[in-house]
């Protein structure tokens, strides 16, 4: 019931200098090889999943929030215990974390630098669907329960997204008697329209909208936004300690070395 690794092949484009390494080869290539995935692992995690994925993508959110609904607007004080401390937070990180001379400039192997330009090319497949829970598991075909058991991440992520959308739900249809009311709310539109904007810079790409028509819709939004920032961030944070101590601590220093 565990998922083990069959072959490890560094880089991806295959060629004569980039060898596929087997759980047959000598024992330290092999463990060397389950090392630089577990340090790719702990970058991508680190850097994608955890600050783009929850952090950035909440702190859109947030200042569009700020910016565009009113403390007194129903959905301000739907989205306001999620991303209250979001700006802080980030704010904290520019300046000890991802800033020059930073934590990641000193034990992560990106670097200062190199983590900017991580985070620039996931922003490509930063999407819409691709922080709608249900919509990424299965892109990445693990909705099975019979197929791949005991995938608590999935199993249980789907029960709070339902909850968290189902609660969404009546709090919209309590406040948003039509469709039409849904469009004719300024400040709603013009929140929705400042994530598109200057969130994802326009990109129609990302598939995030730039108007909301339906209650369906908006309920389904909100879903994503309230997730993203309390049980996504809850998932890929809290367990960082569990995911990546390793006896191994160099892992998150590899570096291609020059010859």
Request: glycine share 4%; net charge positive; hydrophobic share 40%.
């Amino acid at each position: 019931n565990k998922i083990i690794p069959i072959a490890i092949q560094i880089n991806q484009a295959p060629e004569q200098s980039n060898p596929i390494f087997l759980p047959s080869d000598a024992k330290y290539d092999w463990l060397l090889a389950k090392i630089w995935v577990r340090s790719s692992d702990f970058h991508i995690h680190q850097t994608v999943t955890h600050l783009l994925r929850t952090h950035l993508i909440s702190e859109v959110f947030a200042v569009a929030m700020f910016r565009q609904l009113p403390a007194v607007h129903p959905l301000f004080k739907l989205l306001i215990p999620h991303v209250r401390f979001t700006i802080a937070i980030n704010t904290k990180a520019r300046e000890q974390l991802i800033c020059e001379y930073g934590l990641f400039d000193k034990a992560n192997a990106t670097g200062g630098g190199g983590h900017v330009q991580m985070v620039q090319r996931a922003m490509k497949h930063l999407t819409y669907s691709s922080l709608c829970f249900p919509e990424e598991i299965k892109s990445r075909h693990m909705e099975s329960n019979e197929n791949i058991p005991y995938y608590y991440y999935r199993d249980d992520g789907i029960k709070v997204w339902d909850a968290i959308k189902s609660f969404v739900t009546d709090i919209i249809n309590i406040y948003y008697g039509s469709e039409e009311a849904v469009c004719e709310d300024l400040e709603l539109q013009a929140f929705v329209k400042d994530i598109f904007v200057y969130g994802m810079r326009g990109n129609k790409d990302s598939g995030f909208p730039k108007t909301i028509k339906t209650r369906e819709k908006l309920s389904e939004y909100l879903t994503i936004v309230i997730f993203t920032s309390s049980a996504q961030h809850a998932a890929v944070n809290f367990g960082q300690v569990s995911l990546f101590k390793c006896n191994h601590m160099g892992y998150k220093l590899l570096k291609l070395s020059k010859i």
